[in-house]
T-cell receptor
Framework: DAGVTQSPTHLIKTRGQQVTLRCSPK?????VSWYQQALGQGPQFIFQ???????QRGNFPDRFSGHQFPNYSSELNVNALLLGDSALYLC?????????????????FGPGTRLTVL | KNEVEQSPQNLTAQEGEFITINCSYS?????LHWLQQHPGGGIVSLFM???GKKKHGRLIATINIQEKHSSLHITASHPRDSAVYIC???????????FGTGTSLTVIP
């Protein structure tokens, strides 16, 4: 089992460009969450995908969008890049197992994609 | 105010020392995670706790649900333990994580 994989590992873009980051979840996982981690900060939740739909969203503008495919892999798209979008983007996968309205399943993180916007 | 607060922010220890990192949170949770992040970014999940205490090798994690507090202990610290340790709590209704800003640990030989 390869665990959670992300591509590319590093990426350099310029302001105004668009970027697509990719994530393949751990085998057997159906839920993918994306996080942004700025330098020296803890990760911030962007959104979560389940059954090919965005289920939860953090406090990020519409420039950040995503997609989940039938094989549960996911993409994160960022349009009109700003310098402040430079960060490590982390993907985490889990299964969605809800008991009594509560989530119990552990999330596994990928290695991240480091995006630099110049 | 951040939902998750960690202390200390930075920690330097001599090899062999006993280390404690603290985490306090202010929201209801279904689970608390201790994560390890090495330079380069990859995050490894060390523990997932919803009550009590867990131990893996030299690492021990405890949680007090009533006090909304958790601690990560490292016994007989080693230079390879040098990393950023992040406390994260999971919302029970959304599965969303709230992260602390991390504790940067350096263990000197």
């Amino acid at each position: 089992d390869a665990g959670v994989t992300q591509s590319p590992t590093h990426l350099i873009k310029t302001r105004g460009q668009q970027v697509t980051l990719r994530c393949s979840p751990k085998s057997g996982h159906d839920t993918v969450s994306w996080y942004q981690q700025a330098l020296g900060q803890g990760p911030q939740f962007i959104f979560q995908y389940y059954e090919e739909e965005e289920r939860q969203r953090g406090n990020f503008p519409d420039r950040f969008s995503g997609h989940q495919f039938p094989n549960y892999s996911s993409e994160l798209n960022v349009n009109a890049l700003l310098l402040g979008d430079s960060a490590l983007y982390l993907c985490a996968s889990s299964t969605t197992d809800v008991a009594g309205g509560f989530y119990y399943n552990e999330q596994f993180f990928g290695p991240g994609t480091r995006l630099t916007v110049l | 105010k951040n939902e998750v607060e960690q202390s200390p922010q930075n920690l330097t220890a001599q090899e062999g020392e006993f280390i404690t990192i603290n985490c306090s949170y202010s929201v209801g949770i279904s689970a608390l995670h201790w994560l390890q992040q090495h330079p380069g970014g990859g995050i490894v999940s060390l523990f997932m706790l919803s009550s009590g205490k867990k131990k893996h090798g030299r690492l021990i994690a405890t949680i007090n649900i009533q006090e909304k507090h958790s601690s990560l202990h490292i016994t007989a610290s080693h230079p390879r333990d040098s990393a950023v340790y992040i406390c994260a709590v999971r919302s029970p209704r959304s599965n969303q994580f709230y992260f602390g800003t991390g504790t940067s640990l350096t263990v000197i030989p």
